[in-house]
């Protein structure tokens, strides 16, 4: 259904937006990917969408805690596969400290990432779309965009501030033939939430499984982790021809925690 489009996924080296880009891919997309990892994990992963997929993969190494960078990310993409129809603005960083605790420069680093970047990629890709007038943005946010949690108060913030983003997007897209939608992901194990559980299970010299169970999936009615393909098939939901009326929303994949 995706053929003959170009998806850009920002942080598509790891977790959910490889999965992401992936399944686009799977479906017909050609796939620009974004992130941090060596080379040679890189050169994996690009080769194993196109021969899965026979679609084409390039990875852009764009640092997007740099304005600048996330800005040119869209047009490295654009001069290399041509246009970018849909965007993906994945890419995200955490760090967990008290209030008093946090540093300027996670803070400045976490707002960068998780949402400066987002509205620049957006910013940068308006005309294309708007020129086409067709296009489908979808950002990461997660449960955080409505709830909170201590020690993550830059995290917090970003995630409830890219939900003002996505709706402020979706009614400047609106008449444009561009949705703009959100996905809210509960905890899915990824690098970033590894790390977590790690944390906490050496913080209570705990098995890596009993700090899952006992910390995190406590918040979760389902009891068990969000696989990145749930979000993958959430997102590309998003960016089917079907979801042309769905705009602004937030989509919550996420075991049920929303609910208790
Ligand atoms: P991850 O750490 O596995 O992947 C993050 C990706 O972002 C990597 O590709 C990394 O290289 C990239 N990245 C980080 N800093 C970057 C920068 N400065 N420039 C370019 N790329 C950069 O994490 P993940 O869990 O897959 O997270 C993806 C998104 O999902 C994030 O926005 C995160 O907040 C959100 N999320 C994750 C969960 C979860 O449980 N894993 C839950 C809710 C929301």
Redesign the pocket.
Known sequence: PLHGKVALV?????????AIARMLATNGADVAL????AQSKIDDITRSIFEGTRRRAKHFA????DIAEASGLVAAVTAELGKVDILVN?????HLAAIDEFSDEQWQRLLA??LT?AFATTRAVWPQMKERGWGRIVN?????AFTAETRKSA?VAT?HGILGLTREVALEGAQLGITCNAV??????????AKQVEAKAAELQYSFEEAARNYFLTDMPTRRF?E?DEIAAGVLYLCSEAAKSITGIALPIDGGSLVV
């Open positions: 920002t942080g598509s080296t790891s977790g959910l937006g490889l974004n992130g941090f990892a764009h640092d997007l805690s994945n890419a995200g960083a955490q990432i998780n970047a990461t946010a997660s449960t955080l995290y995630k809210c992901p509960a905890w899915v194990l990824t690098p970033l939430v969000v990145t």
